[in-house]
């Protein structure tokens, strides 16, 4: 089965299958959904933005034409990052129905592969505290707990 998923370029078509990865992900942790399904629209204008920024990457894993994986990924903007050497993977989701079948590791390793073309030196990504089983995953993949990710809602 792995073998048939083609990772392509996301596209504007893809936004229903990409936010239902999303819902998925969130009502796992017990995420509030209304509020997604409230601001779905604004969701989706977003989504057709970030297919249009130059360094703001999104690709989806497809199998006989089903999206069960997103990701999306860029250079860190600023902050002493020398050369885009530093990478930040912004987002990955795979569909409930095909997790622990590598997929999510297919999807890490080729965006690596295209971050090491680019003569990319770090990637970096945040994962909520309450996301225990991917934070096992990605340290299963080589990633590191370095640091803290702080957020305050100011509204």
Do not use: T
């Not at 999807?107 to 990319?120: A, F, S």
Request: charged fraction near 30%.
């Amino acid at each position: 089965m792995i073998d048939d998923l083609i990772i392509r370029s996301a596209k504007k078509e893809d936004f229903e299958q990409v936010f239902s990865l999303v819902i998925q992900l969130e009502e796992l942790y017990g995420d509030p959904i209304e509020y997604f399904m409230k601001n779905k629209p604004a969701y989706q204008v977003q989504f057709e933005k970030n297919l249009k920024i130059k360094n703001f990457f999104m690709k989806v894993a497809e199998l006989n034409g089903h999206i069960i994986a997103y990701i999306a990924y860029s250079p860190i903007i600023g902050n002493w990052n020398i050369n885009d050497k530093h990478w930040e993977i912004a987002e990955l989701c795979v569909d409930k129905d095909f997790r622990n079948q590598k997929i999510g590791e297919k999807m890490l390793d080729y965006v690596e592969n295209i971050m090491r073309k680019k003569d990319v030196s770090v990637v970096h990504l945040g994962s909520e505290i309450v996301r225990k089983d991917a934070h096992r995953f990605y340290e299963n993949h080589g990633f590191e707990k370095k640091y803290f990710k702080f957020r305050k809602n100011i509204k």
